[in-house]
């Protein structure tokens, strides 16, 4: 598989070398569960009360998602920025700890998962009718954990090292059994939801299998060990920075299980289960339109950190602009489109007359101030491949706790909002949050990287 080398100056092949494979992977990613609430929203006379189910399971599946990126997009930057210095052996030994972590994480998430899947369905407002839905998909869900987070948390590690192709070939093999197996068990088998789980987890130790004969291959720089517990506790330290790291992108994922819950608890206190579904169409919808922007910012920071570790501060600039641009550039053209046709999108997920009814409004309102989110996203990407953690912790925390939980559980009760306020809460933190964070990296991160050019 060709490397991609990040020293050789052309910012923006590189950029869109890494990027493009990043977001056919980001795509493919996606078809996990995208696939699934694509099939069961097919499932006759139950595809709401079914889409509704699976939607109370994203707080977990979240969560999952939040630990895996607490140590896998969490240490790829640091292994980045020690390959660009040059240390090898530093950069093996965060790939390997985060290995390490990543297993015993999977471990505890399950076992508390399972002990706990009913009492925490209810708590995320699941009805006697969506918990039938519910409960039995999350349980089997939890079952492929450690495949879902060493495929998903491993894999930056591949790009991170410049097999970016091979990082979006790790992903589709996964994608590719989930996209066969879905129907074969959701309508052939007649297992439904269930079915359905079972193909995703089928498909995720497929997916981790091929990450894990890539990286202790011959073909690799660093390659992937197993550590044992007395050598882990020796790089106590190291695991320290890789959390500290990736505290970023797991305050994010755990913001997004919250603002999840709160959303879920007012929609059905003030619209019932038919809300709960249309946010969980809207929540796909935001997944799919949301990942090009995400792809360019994992494909950008391999180049900024190693540019960075290796002293070339003109180049990280330069990538930090074009970075920026690519995402203006595609999140005012998604506003377009759902401006022009937000129809076209909630008929993905469901043909139901009324989610579409009810979805068209909620889907202009969410997505009003798209824009900014690519300007949010600009800011974190650059402060966490640059290693500044305090400034990359803070926006998370400040556009979703300070503002959006606040702000949806506030708004539906003035003004006349309603089930509206809800929706309006999103786009109010993306303009609010957005601004403030890509305001705070021009002032700080662009002199400091003047002065040490």
């Known amino acids: 598989m060709k490397q991609i080398d990040f020293s050789n100056g052309r910012v923006a092949s590189n950029v869109l070398h890494s990027s493009l494979p990043m977001l056919m992977a980001q795509v493919l990613s996606l078809l996990y569960s995208i696939v699934d609430r694509f099939f069961i929203g097919m499932i ?33 930057p640091l292994c980045s920025i020690y390959r660009g210095m040059g240390d090898k052996k530093k950069a093996d030994n965060v790939m390997n700890t985060a290995f390490f ?3 015993a994480a999977s471990a505890v998430l399950f076992a508390v998962g399972e ?72 309508f052939a088998f007649g297992m439904g939801v269930t079915g359905a789980a ?22 690799v720089e660093l390659r992937l060990r197993l550590m044992r517990p007395g050598e882990f506790r020796q790089h106590a330290q190291l695991a320290k920075n890789i959390a500290g790291l990736g505290l970023t992108s797991f305050i994010m994922q755990v913001t997004n299980s ?27 919808v935001r997944q799919i339109l949301e990942t090009p922007v995400l792809a360019v910012g994992e494909g950008s920071s391999p180049v900024m950190s190693f540019n960075y570790g290796a002293r070339r501060p003109a180049l990280v600039r330069k990538t930090i602009f074009i970075m920026t641009a690519m995402m203006l550039a595609y999140t005012l053209l998604i506003w377009g489109l759902i401006e022009l046709e937000p129809g076209m999108f909630i008929r993905i997920f469901s043909r139901d007359s009324e989610t ?7 889907l202009h309102l969410y997505f009003f101030a798209f824009i900014f989110q690519g300007l949010q996203v600009s ?42 306020g809800v929706f309006i809460a999103e786009p109010l933190s993306n303009f609010i949050g957005g601004s403030a964070s890509f305001i705070t990296m ?10 040490t050019a």
């Open 44 to 76: 006759p006379g139950e595809s709401s009360a079914a889409l509704a189910g699976i939607g109370l399971c994203f707080p977990v599946i979240i969560i999952v998602t939040a630990f895996t990126n607490l140590f896998g997009l969490g240490g790829a």
């Open 101 to 103: 972590m990543l297993i």
């Open 115 to 186: 002990i706990s899947a009913r009492p925490m369905l209810f708590a995320f407002g699941a009805s006697a009718e969506t918990i039938k839905y519910a409960l039995p998909y999350l349980r089997v869900y939890l079952l492929g954990t450690v495949c879902s987070m060493i495929s998903a948390g491993m894999n930056p590690y591949i790009n991170a090292q410049g097999y970016a192709r091979t990082g979006m070939f790790t992903v589709m093999v996964g994608s590719a059994a989930n996209l066969i197996l879905d129907p074969v068990f959701i």
């Open 198 to 219: 079972i193909a995703t987890i089928i498909s995720q130790t497929l997916s981790a299998l091929f990450v894990i004969r890539f990286l202790v291959s011959s073909k």
């Open 258 to 284: 919250l603002v999840s819950i709160v959303c879920n608890h007012m929609l059905f206190g003030l619209g019932g289960d038919l809300f709960v579904t249309v946010m969980t169409v809207v929540s796909s």
């Open 356 to 362: 579409l009814k009810a979805g068209v409004p909620a």
């Open 379 to 420: 800011a974190q990407t650059t402060f966490k491949a640059l290693n500044m953690k305090k400034r990359a912790i803070f926006f998370s925390l400040f556009r979703k706790v300070v503002l959006v939980v606040p702000l949806t559980i506030l708004l539906p009760h003035y003004f006349g909002l309603g089930i509206s």
């Open 442 to 451: 021009l002032v700080t991160v662009m002199p400091e990287l003047r002065r």
